[in-house]
């Protein structure tokens, strides 16, 4: 299994920005071949999609509530990915989670390992 963790989480004003970041512990080979996705779980609500990116790089997906907002990119070379958050808003706040897949299926890809998460709060 590829072990996750996630950086980068903090307090922001509305408007303003963060970059998360996941790094994996694994060989370059496998991250590689990984496809890699970004979600969210506020309190008292379901863990939810935020985005996902093929293992080539090149294919994204966005939820409709982060497009234009959001940017997830890797670097297979340092074996991590990022999540460049602009535009924030209060409804933003979360814990946010990366996921790793040794298949992709766009937005429904099926994750096999898990971050332990990085907290994001979005203040008026």
């Known amino acids: 299994q590829v072990q996750l963790v996630e950086s980068g989480g903090g307090l922001v004003q509305a408007g303003g920005s963060l970059r998360l970041s996941c790094a994996a512990s694994?060989?370059?080979?496998?991250?590689?071949?990984?496809?890699m996705g970004w979600f969210r779980q506020a309190p008292g609500k379901e863990r939810e999609f935020v985005a996902t990116?093929?293992?080539?790089?090149?294919?994204?997906y966005y939820a409709d509530s982060v497009k234009g907002r959001f940017t997830i990119s890797r670097d297979n070379a340092k074996n991590t990915v990022y999540l460049q958050m602009n535009s924030l808003k209060p409804e933003d706040t979360a814990v946010y989670y990366c996921?790793?897949?040794?298949?992709?299926?766009?937005?429904?890809?099926?994750?096999?390992?898990w971050g332990q998460g990085t907290q994001v709060t979005v203040s008026l």
């Open positions: 996921a790793g897949s040794r298949d992709w299926a766009g937005p429904h890809t099926k994750y096999d390992d």
């Open positions: 694994t060989s370059g080979r496998t991250f590689s071949r990984y496809a």
């Open positions: 990116i093929h293992w080539s790089g090149s294919i994204t």
